[in-house]
């Protein structure tokens, strides 16, 4: 199936009452969830995606998208309106945006930020449609050590990435691959420490683990430290608009956050975060306005808002080319999708063409909608920002015990969540990044398939996991940015305590 | 807030040491599964791997913290902020063991009383009002329209 029949084949399935009624739910349910303080969109997104499970394929995959993109957004609404980022991957726009709304400019601001996270998003979708047939044919080369070398590797360097430190990210790493051999084994059937617990037996619910270790515990960070809680700005409707100076000035941010989004989203790591920085340093050299950058200048906020969603979208390309997720919110994407029978990887667009169609059809309509309904609906967030937060936390607590028991009605996956949100608050106090956590549960038995095939189809001889070129290549490539994150760790320490010693 | 300091090191140095107790309780564990041969790993291979690598993990963590000088500290909560940390976490404890026995509107409504009334100054009446109207509105639409089979308790329904 080409690209143009196909695309052509996935519309055709999108735009449907029921799966366009489904992307408007998706992006509604995902914006309001991404707009709620101390909740942030994987966890938002974990709390929301088990009720695409009982959906069919291409509408729960329609869904799933609009509730992607519209969290993210969501996220990015509180930090604009109240200087409050909903996502590590929203800091960088508090900065000009809060001050733009202080200036009045708050609904133009949103504007842009929904017309440039749509125009990331969507050219981000065609260059998915681009990256991923070619990806997926080298990919079908690969053999067990190849993809052990991926998948374990992307792991490490994600680990090292995430976190300043080595153990910030190596901790939870490992933690996250214990968490991934909790249930019945594979291969062989084995009961893999379940104390007894049949439920344990299914292995520990994803959404429960992200639930727990970002929206518990982000919670428990926001109760902590309660402050009296400011309320939004009223964003009048006429001041929806942006002026056409506000327009011009956003085009190029737009175009430059686009590619910087992109290509970040292609890396494992904390993509999105990194390319919104990326983004607005890019802003502050490049700019005509540069000078305004920092203190309001819509050029601050339309690049790393464009960048942040483009991203987004760009790690789907390792997730449907590979089957390999390399952030928290693409983990949750790919459980979700193996909910539904579709398998990403590789083969994926040689032996179901139709599936892989429907989910980039699906990227661009959760793009569409989000628009769509966010634009028209900026004063629905706006209100609800305005509910008190002793009203919102608890009710949302209250939904995500809901939400897990409902997985699989088990009192277990309750007790986890407390369990696991408990633990997250522990790692985040003392600076322990919690994505290579959840990417490690993902991971985990991915790695040890391929890990344990390739040991089979070698009889044993472990040479086999550095004896092709694209294996060495991609060890090699671990251990490039390992080393060059450890000496860049290394030099900043060094600078830190240098005027410290004079 | 009110805060009181924690040294990051001794904090690194707990986790540290909480890593190679859970570590060594992991590896005890998957020593017991079969393990195979090179050719055709059992069961245990992979977890003995990975509590190699929680040890690896557990051991750097003790480092970073041994060499992470003492004026590095982290802010705990203390005063109010402790006790709206603890009465969430302990309101959340006697939800999640409650529930099977009170049931979804009585164990929500209780949740939702103690930690508004702790996250904020409104009145009683208004608390068990809006808690009310919450369980209920919650038990509506997750139980009756989605049909999620919460445990039902004394209320029964």
Same mark, same amino acid.
């Given at each position: 199936m080409g690209a143009i029949d196909g695309l052509w084949y996935g519309l055709n399935l999108a735009f449907t009452a029921q799966n366009l009624l489904a992307a408007f739910a998706g992006a509604f349910a995902g914006t309001a969830i991404g707009v709620l303080p101390g909740f942030g969109p994987t966890a938002g997104l974990a709390l929301l995606l088990p009720f695409t499970y009982a959906m069919g394929p291409s509408t729960g995959l329609i869904m799933m998208?609009?509730?992607?993109?519209?969290?993210?957004?969501?996220?990015?609404?509180?930090?604009?309106?109240?200087?409050?980022?909903?996502?590590?991957?929203?800091?960088?726009?508090?900065?000009?945006?809060?001050?733009?709304?202080?200036?009045?400019?708050?609904?133009?601001?949103?504007?842009?930020?929904?017309?440039?996270?749509?125009?990331?998003?969507?050219?981000?979708?065609?260059?998915?449609?681009?990256?991923?047939?070619?990806?997926?044919?080298?990919?079908?080369?690969?053999?067990?050590?190849?993809?052990?070398?991926?998948?374990?590797?992307?792991?490490?360097?994600?680990?090292?990435?995430?976190?300043?430190?080595?153990?910030?990210?190596?901790?939870?790493?490992?933690?996250?691959?214990?968490?991934?051999?909790?249930?019945?084994?594979?291969?062989?059937?084995?009961?893999?420490?379940?104390?007894?617990?049949?439920?344990?037996?299914?292995?520990?619910?994803?959404?429960?683990?992200?639930?727990?270790?970002?929206?518990?515990?982000?919670?428990?960070?926001?109760?902590?430290?309660?402050?009296?809680?400011?309320?939004?700005?009223?964003?009048?409707?006429?001041?929806?608009?942006?002026?056409?100076?506000?327009?011009?000035?956003?085009?190029?941010?737009?175009?430059?956050?686009?590619?910087?989004?992109?290509?970040?989203?292609?890396i494992p790591g904390p993509s999105a975060t990194l390319a919104t920085f990326a983004a607005y340093r890019l802003e502050k050299s490049t700019s005509k306005h540069k000078d305004e950058i920092g203190h309001g200048a819509v050029e601050g906020v339309a690049a790393p808002e464009t960048a942040n969603n483009a991203a987004a979208t760009s790690l789907m390309v390792p997730l449907l080319g590979l089957g390999i997720p390399f952030?928290?919110?693409?983990?949750?994407?790919?459980?979700?999708?193996?909910?539904?029978?579709?398998?990403?990887?590789?083969?994926?667009?040689?032996?179901?063409?139709?599936?892989?169609?429907?989910?980039?059809?699906?990227?661009?309509?959760?793009?569409?909608?989000?628009?769509?309904?966010?634009?028209?609906?900026?004063?629905?967030?706006?209100?609800?920002?305005?509910?008190?937060?002793?009203?919102?936390?608890?009710?949302?607590?209250l939904m995500a015990a809901i939400g897990s028991y409902s997985l699989r009605n088990s009192m277990l996956d309750v007790y986890l969540l407390l369990v696991l949100g408990i633990i997250g608050y522990a790692l985040r106090k003392l600076d322990f990044q919690l994505a290579p956590l959840v990417v490690g549960a993902v991971l985990g038995p991915m790695i040890e398939k391929h890990f344990r095939e390739g040991l089979f189809m070698s009889q044993g001889d472990v040479s086999v996991f550095w004896s092709s070129p694209i294996a060495i290549g991609l060890w090699s490539i671990v251990l490039v940015v390992m080393a060059l994150s450890s000496i860049a760790h290394l030099r900043n320490r060094i600078l830190l305590s240098a005027p410290n010693e004079a | 807030m009110d805060a009181v300091h924690l040294q990051k090191r001794k904090g690194y140095l707990s986790i540290g040491t909480g890593?190679?107790? !859970?570590?060594? +309780?992991?590896?005890?564990? $998957?020593?017991?599964?079969?393990?195979?041969?090179?050719? &055709?790993? =059992?069961? @245990?291979?992979?977890?003995? !791997?990975?509590? +190699?690598?929680?040890?690896? $993990?557990?051991?750097?963590?003790?480092?970073?913290?041994? &060499?992470? =000088?003492? @004026?590095?500290?982290?802010? !705990?909560?203390? +005063?109010?902020?402790?006790?709206?940390?603890?009465?969430?976490?302990?309101?959340?404890?006697?939800?999640?063991v409650g529930l099977p026995w009170l049931?979804?509107?009585?164990?929500?409504?209780?949740?939702?009383?103690?930690?508004?009334?702790?996250?904020?100054?409104?009145?009683?009446?208004?608390?068990?009002?809006?808690?009310?109207?919450?369980s209920i509105t919650i038990y509506v639409v997750f139980v009756r329209l989605l049909n999620v089979p919460m445990p039902r308790g004394i209320v029964n329904f």
């Open positions: 998208a609009a509730m992607l993109y519209g969290a993210m957004y969501g996220g990015s609404t509180t930090s604009i309106l109240m200087n409050m980022p909903g996502e590590a991957a929203s800091v960088i726009t508090c900065i000009d945006g809060y001050k733009l709304t202080k200036k009045g400019r708050a609904g133009a601001v949103l504007f842009i930020v929904a017309a440039g996270s749509f125009i990331g998003g969507t050219i981000s979708v065609i260059g998915v449609m681009l990256f991923v047939p070619t990806l997926a044919q080298l990919a079908i080369i690969f053999g067990p050590a190849e993809f052990f070398a991926l998948t374990a590797g992307g792991l490490l360097i994600l680990s090292r990435i995430s976190a300043g430190s080595f153990a910030a990210g190596f901790l939870p790493m490992a933690l996250g691959l214990m968490f991934s051999t909790i249930g019945l084994e594979a291969v062989t059937g084995q009961n893999r420490f379940t104390f007894g617990v049949n439920d344990l037996s299914q292995g520990l619910e994803l959404a429960v683990l992200a639930v727990g270790v970002y929206g518990i515990a982000e919670v428990m960070f926001v109760v902590e430290s309660l402050r009296s809680q400011e309320r939004p700005l009223h964003v009048k409707v006429r001041e929806m608009l942006p002026t056409r100076q506000e327009l011009r000035r956003s085009w190029a941010p737009i175009g430059r956050g686009t590619v910087v989004g992109f290509l970040f989203g292609l952030s928290s919110a693409t983990a949750l994407m790919l459980g979700a999708m193996m909910v539904h029978n579709v398998q990403p990887g590789p083969l994926l667009m040689t032996t179901n063409p139709e599936v892989f169609w429907t989910v980039i059809a699906s990227m661009f309509v959760g793009n569409v909608m989000l628009v769509v309904i966010n634009v028209p609906m900026i004063g629905v967030w706006v209100r609800m920002l305005r509910i008190p937060s002793y009203i919102l936390l608890p009710t949302v607590l | 890593g190679l107790l !859970l570590s060594a +309780g992991y590896l005890g564990m $998957a020593f017991q599964l079969p393990l195979g041969d090179m050719a &055709r790993p =059992g069961a @245990g291979i992979f977890p003995i !791997l990975v509590g +190699g690598l929680m040890v690896f $993990a557990s051991l750097s963590t003790i480092w970073e913290g041994w &060499r992470t =000088g003492t @004026g590095e500290q982290l802010e !705990l909560p203390s +005063g109010q902020d402790r006790s709206r940390l603890l009465v969430l976490v302990g309101a959340m404890s006697v939800y999640v049931g979804q509107i009585v164990a929500s409504t209780l949740f939702l009383i103690s930690l508004m009334r702790v996250m904020s100054d409104v009145s009683w009446l208004r608390v068990i009002t809006y808690s009310l109207v919450i």
